[in-house]
């Protein structure tokens, strides 16, 4: 079952277009379907979809898993994905972090500890225990409610929407890391 099928993930940002489908593909290239590597955006899944063939997508569009461009996904890995489409995923993932700021504030305001000695804050980039503390503080006073409150307010933490970015990038590409917060 795909995860569009799974009602997992309804919308994915397209990464790579590949018209005459995988090159490593030995079929005749009229045999061949269309074919998107994208991430989701709810989830951060990386997806190869097959395309229908009156598909019109470009890098950067968002499409639907289940709407008619898409015929069929299933699950890839960061190392399966085209050297254009990882040249895309930092862009992807910014545009999917801007679409919807506040869901990624609230990673600020909601992060919880892990274990005695591990928050999750602790698990983005540059993060120590004297900035978590200070986060953790702020937050108490007051919910963040934007990322240009919460690098107002936290001393020392620049571009809280970057290290965001940063660790979904990491949890894309490492596929042993013991925690994660973003990657489904």
Known sequence: MSDAESGESSSAVVLDYLPHGRP????PQYKKPSLAYTIGVEEFELLECVLSDDASVSIGDTVALDGDNVDRTRPVSYDELTTSARSEIEYAIEAIIDEDEQRFVEYYNDAQPITLRLHQLNLLPGIGKKLRNNILEERKREPFESFDDLENR???????REILGERIHEELREEDLKYRSFVG
Do not use: A, E
């Open 24 to 27: 490593d593909d030995d079929r």
């Open 154 to 160: 936290v001393s020392g933490l620049h571009s809280p």
